[in-house]
């Protein structure tokens, strides 16, 4: 949202930029749990700043918003902010809270972020069931093994042909005859959460995302995986994640 950097004094100013630069963190770190979303809801009016997030999972219509800070006397910073549900008991609207401190704020959202993550992990058909274990199949098949993989992303390069490989797997989705299916278009999705993240992602949260989508294509159908991840796919996406990128352009366009 746009600010009149003329209307509002410099120490009030202040207090925007830590709380945008905290929330933008954890978005990051949960970037296939939660979505930023911009638009503001017709029926509120924020003051100064707006920072609204939803679940990625669309089955959910929770929400957690960020909606004002005012300036203390003392020169510190309060905040307003709501979210739904309250908690795991009380489906309900948390009250809009006036004068919270940010560590306070962030306490909430973390704790509002774990609650979607044990709604995410309920296994509630069977579907559902076998697409952890899946996942677990795929993600031990591509674990990766760097001492810094639970910290570090992965270099540049190795982004960037993630990034093409990905693109390349959602573009034959598109193509498949399963392309109309809800399932599909919800992988499509998964597909642009992951290419988006690449940049802030550990190496290990990428590949569980990754072997995540694998997983979802697995569960359309058994043919659906062997025709868009053959043998030589999966060769150079291994290639690609050990490091060895010295022929992977090469390797790349003789693959797709």
Do not use: C
Request: hydrophobic residues 40%; without cysteine; negative net charge.
């Amino acid at each position: 949202m746009d600010i009149d950097l003329n209307k509002h004094s410099l120490a009030l100013l202040k207090g925007i930029e830590p709380a945008l630069k905290t929330f933008k963190q954890i978005e990051y770190k949960y970037i296939d749990i939660i979505e930023r979303i911009t638009q503001i809801p017709n029926d509120l009016k924020p003051g100064l700043i707006y920072l609204g997030f939803i679940p990625r999972n669309r089955k959910l219509d929770f929400f957690f918003r960020v909606i004002g800070v005012t300036l203390l006397k003392t020169g510190g910073h309060e905040y307003s902010f709501t979210y739904f549900p309250y908690s795991s008991v009380e489906l309900r609207n948390r009250d809009t809270f006036y004068g919270s401190n940010l560590q306070f704020v962030v306490r909430d959202f973390e704790s509002w972020i774990e609650l979607i993550k044990e709604y995410n992990s309920l296994k509630l058909s069977e579907d559902e069931l076998f697409l952890d274990d899946y996942t677990k199949e795929f993600y031990e098949e591509f674990k990766i093994l760097d001492d810094d993989a639970d910290v570090a992303p992965f270099t540049t390069q190795q982004q960037i042909f993630i990034y093409k490989w990905l693109e390349q797997l959602s573009k034959e989705l598109k193509q498949s005859e399963n392309s109309n299916e809800p399932k599909t278009e919800e992988i499509i999705e998964d597909i642009r959460i992951a290419q988006e993240g690449l940049p802030s992602m550990t190496k290990s949260n990428t590949m569980r995302i990754i072997s995540r989508i694998l997983a979802k294509i697995k569960t359309i159908g058994l043919k659906l995986i062997i025709d868009i991840f053959d043998v030589a796919k999966k060769e150079v996406l291994k290639k690609a994640l050990y490091g060895g990128l010295d022929d992977m352009n090469n390797l790349y366009h003789h693959i797709f």
